[in-house]
């Protein structure tokens, strides 16, 4: 069996601490570059998206489409029904 050494101990302290630096430095380099790859990538995937959308909207009332935007249902739709009677309430003491 064998025992743990403290020179053992402090090499691999050693090791540890050496690691997280490098690892700290090495993020600090690589990191803002790969994030702007990342954001750049969904901007231009969001971008083909948008212009598939509107060239499949485009397309459909190219084809002989009628489209027709009814706007009457969505002010009926954000109207509260009145139901019912005001009642106004006293106190009694």
């Known amino acids: ?3 743990a050494s403290f020179s053992g101990f402090i090499r691999t302290l050693f090791y540890i601490i050496t690691f997280y630096y490098i690892f700290r430095f090495l993020a600090k380099l690589f990191l803002p570059v790969v994030v702007k790859k990342v954001v750049e990538k969904a901007s231009e ?7 598939r959308q509107y060239q499949d909207s485009w397309q459909r009332t190219a084809e002989g489409e ?3 935007y009814n706007t009457d249902n969505v002010k009926k739709s954000r ?4 139901v019912g009677d ?3 309430y006293e106190e009694i003491d």
């Open 1 to 3: 069996m064998q025992e």
């Open 86 to 88: 005001y009642v106004d």
């Open 66 to 68: 009628t489209v027709i």
């Open 79 to 82: 109207e509260t029904k009145k």
């Open 45 to 51: 995937n969001m971008q083909q998206q948008q212009q």
